[in-house]
Structure formats: structure tokens, C-alpha cells
């Protein structure tokens, strides 16, 4: 698959980079810049969402993905996995981040029906596929060092999202498999706490973020969606917080609810991550509430 | 854990109360936690090297008189978290100024920082507090 050998790639470039710094030695003149040397602090590179976005688990937020600080670029590879009552979903996402200022990103997302498939007419082990692909760019602010001030760091972005399973969508209700949302996202750090704290608006009309199509018979437009997380820092390696996202309504064949989780994340190097997390995504097709485990693993430079 | 937590019901207490005094009590717990300007020293010390041993920003200091600056940076920790000294060195615009310093460099010299204050069981609560006013002297040192 494309996306494996690109992550194969990128996972290249950081072995690359990382051999380019542990070979850097002291040099006679001015300042020694590093493109690939990770400069950004511990944990504020993030992980990426199921979009491939960087934020946290389920949510967007205004940091650029990867590692790479000012002058620098930084990227990831993400492999999440989620599991809840009756489904689950299986996403990777790639994503490189240019000079603290834009983020570009990509993921596959599989969900899985098991069981409930059959239940739901469509066969036991039904999976909707779907990509994302994604860009940001920030505008202002810096989370991290302005810590004298409350202004945030804030950024605005695209996803566009296309899922493989037109005909279902269609016969569910959705009014279309493929659409662009937009979003606008704030993210500060409160060090003295210590606490991160992200919000984000999206102009969205994805159900179950985009795998149940976008747009539906009950509702067939765009509307503005919040998310957001708070981190707190247990150290300068481990965070605990919540994220919320807010989901439309659309389809009258189902009625679909807000997701929320609760996490920890682990980042003892600036190379991988570790997430994992309760999510409660409430009610999904037909089949009542869902909850369940959130497991994520990232690589970063 | 017990510290942080010490830490962030000073923090909250100090922000909800109407200090008199010029010293929060934040930084008087802080300061103690740091072991005072001895503590101060030996992070600072440790500080250095670490600096002195990343190539990403050790030349920065190769032709520099270390121990002065050193000094300084022990006044300059000391005086931030209200203690009793005095900084005399030279603001940070132009003491920085000419060195070409990007982001990535300020964030290294943060990590030798949390490293050595690790080293000498700074609780990470007490840690932020000195970087919450370190920060954002990022705008006078980083040049691009």
C-alpha cells in the first residue's frame, strides 16, 4: 500500500536525520541548524486524530504535527486502534510538519461492523474504508513559550474525506461519501498549572466523522461543531485529560451521539508516544451505546 | 505527586488570594524546593554540562567566559523566583544579540535546564514555575 511505503519512507528521513544529529559535531562558527533535528519540546508535538491531524485522540488542535520547531521539519506515523461494544476501527495517518507553520497529513481509517453487520443487513465483518487527507496552517500565537500572556496559538485547516462505500452511504440516508470540512483551532499552554487546553470549531456535516457519510435526510447541511481536550501534566513525558467532540444528527436511520474520552499519553522520547484511553462514543447505528479501549502508537521526528 | 500538588494548591491559593506582599508564596516554596541560591548554583552548574555537551548549541559557548555566565544565570534564576539577590548582568536583547539563536536552540537550552533541575529533584511543579518565567524571554533571544 501506498501509505506503508510512504510511512517506511518517513521512518527513513527520521533514521536519516537522526544519524545526521548524533554525527553533528561542535563547528567553528555560528550556530549549527538542524532541518530534521527535532526541536520542538517534549509532548508538544502531540498525536495525531483519526483524521491524521495533529491534536489528540479524537480532537484537532492548533499545534503543528512532528517534532520540527522554527526553521525545522518535523512528521509522524500514527496506527490506532479502537474497540468498542459491537465495532472497531482500525486507522494509520501520516503526517509532516514545515517550520511550525503547516501541517500536512493523511490517514485510512477501517471500521469494522463484526457481528453487528449481519444484524444490520450488510454481513457479519462489514468494513466502511475511508481516507483522509488534511492540511493546516498556523495563523498566530505560540502555545508553548508566550506563558506572560493568554493569547493562544491558533490555526485553521481542511480535511477532505472520501469513504469507499457510496452505494450503503447512499441507502442509509447520507446525502454524500465524499466532503471538505473546515476548521478553526486554539491551543495554550498554562505551564504554571500545568495545563493544555485546546478548542476547536469545525464546519462539518460527517457522521461518525466521515464513516457514515456526510450530511443526512434529517439534516443535510454543514454545521459548526465543537471538540476539544485538557491535558494535564503529570511531567514532562506523561499527560492525563479529556477530549470532547461534538457530532451532528443526520441520519433518521440512527441517532448518533457526542464522543468523549478520558487519556494517558506517554511520550518517553521525542520519537514515539503512547496513548491509550476510555471513549465512550455513545449511540452508533441501530446497535445502542458504544464504549470502549482507544490504543494509539506514533512515531515523530 | 504530593509536590505537584503542594505546588498547584499554592498556585491556585495565590492567584485566588490578595497578596500584601511582594513575594508570592508560590515563589518563597519554589525558592526553598530550588535548595535556595546553593540549589540555584548546582542547577545552573549541571546546567552547563549538559549545554557543554550538545553539539546543538554547545558552540554557543566555546569562546565564552562560562563561569561569569554561570554567575549571572544563577543571580538571574535566583532574583526570578524572588530570592534574595540581585541580577546585575546585561538584559537579554542585547546580551543575545548578533547570535543568530532559533527556536530549536531556546528549547534545547529548556531541556539541559529540566534535565539538571530532574538531576537535582526540582519537583516538576517548582520547575514550571521558573520556566513559566523564563518563556517568554524567548522574544528578546530568538533572532529567526
Redesign the interface.
Known amino acids: 500500500m501506498i501509505l506503508i511505503s510512504t510511512i517506511r519512507r518517513l521512518g527513513f528521513i527520521a533514521l536519516l536525520s537522526f544519524n545526521a544529529y548524533s554525527q553533528e559535531g561542535p563547528q567553528p562558527e555560528g550556530p549549527p541548524t538542524q532541518l530534521f533535528g527535532s526541536g520542538k519540546l517534549l509532548l508538544t508535538g502531540g498525536i495525531p486524530n483519526l483524521d491524521g491531524a495533529g491534536g489528540g485522540g479524537i480532537t484537532t488542535s492548533a499545534l503543528v504535527g512532528g517534532y520540527g520547531t522554527d526553521g525545522q521539519i518535523g512528521g509522524y506515523a500514527n496506527y490506532t486502534l479502537v474497540g468498542v461494544d459491537d465495532f472497531s476501527l482500525k486507522t494509520q495517518s501520516i503526517g509532516i510538519g514545515l517550520f511550525n507553520r503547516v501541517e500536512l497529513s493523511a490517514s485510512q481509517s477501517v471500521f469494522d461492523t463484526e457481528k453487528a453487520g449481519a444484524a444490520l443487513g450488510l454481513g457479519q465483518g462489514y468494513t466502511f474504508e475511508h481516507d483522509v487527507v488534511g492540511v493546516k496552517v498556523r495563523l498566530f500565537g505560540d502555545a508553548i513559550l508566550e506563558q506572560d500572556s493568554w493569547i493562544p496559538q491558533v490555526a485553521i485547516g481542511a480535511n477532505r474525506k472520501e469513504s469507499d462505500n457510496e452505494a450503503v452511504l447512499s441507502f442509509i440516508g447520507a446525502q454524500d461519501f465524499k466532503d471538505t470540512e473546515l476548521y478553526l483551532s486554539a491551543t495554550k499552554l498554562f505551564l504554571d498549572v500545568p495545563l493544555l487546553l485546546n478548542m476547536t470549531v469545525r464546519h462539518s456535516r460527517a457522521n461518525q466523522n466521515g464513516i457514515l457519510g456526510f450530511g443526512g435526510d434529517k439534516e443535510a447541511d454543514k454545521q459548526f461543531l465543537f471538540e476539544g481536550f485538557a491535558a494535564f501534566l503529570l511531567s514532562d513525558n506523561l499527560a492525563f485529560g479529556v477530549e470532547y467532540k461534538q457530532n451532528p444528527d443526520n441520519l433518521s436511520f440512527s441517532k448518533q451521539d457526542d464522543w468523549k474520552d478520558v487519556f494517558l499519553l506517554y511520550t518517553p522520547s521525542k520519537h514515539i508516544s503512547l496513548a491509550v484511553a476510555y471513549a465512550d462514543i455513545g449511540y452508533v447505528a441501530l446497535q445502542g451505546k458504544q464504549s470502549g479501549y482507544y490504543a494509539a502508537i506514533t512515531i515523530n521526528f | ?1 504530593k509536590n ?1 500538588l503542594l505546588v ?1 494548591t499554592l ?1 491556585l491559593l495565590s492567584g485566588c488570594a490578595v497578596s500584601n506582599s511582594q513575594v508570592s508564596s508560590t515563589d518563597r516554596y519554589a525558592y526553598k524546593a530550588f535548595g535556595e541560591k546553593a540549589g540555584i548554583e548546582k542547577v545552573v552548574d549541571d546546567m552547563f554540562v549538559v549545554i557543554l555537551d550538545d ?6 559557548f ?1 569562546e565564552t567566559d562560562n563561569e561569569y555566565i554561570k554567575e549571572q544565570l544563577t543571580d538571574q534564576f535566583c532574583n526570578l523566583l524572588n530570592g534574595p539577590c540581585q541580577y546585575t548582568g546585561a538584559d537579554m536583547k542585547s546580551s543575545h544579540v548578533g ?10 537550552l ?2 539541559a535546564l ?1 534535565l539538571s533541575m530532574d538531576k537535582n529533584n526540582v519537583p ?2 517548582v520547575q ?2 521558573l ?3 523564563l ?2 524571554m ?1 522574544r528578546d533571544i ?1 533572532e ?1
Open positions: 505527586m505537584i498547584l498556585s553539539p546543538r548549541i554547545n558552540t554557543f566555546a547570535l543568530n539563536i532559533g527556536r530549536q536552540h531556546f528549547n534545547a529548556v531541556e529540566r516538576f511543579g514550571n514555575h520556566l513559566v518565567k518563556a517568554p524567548h530568538i529567526k
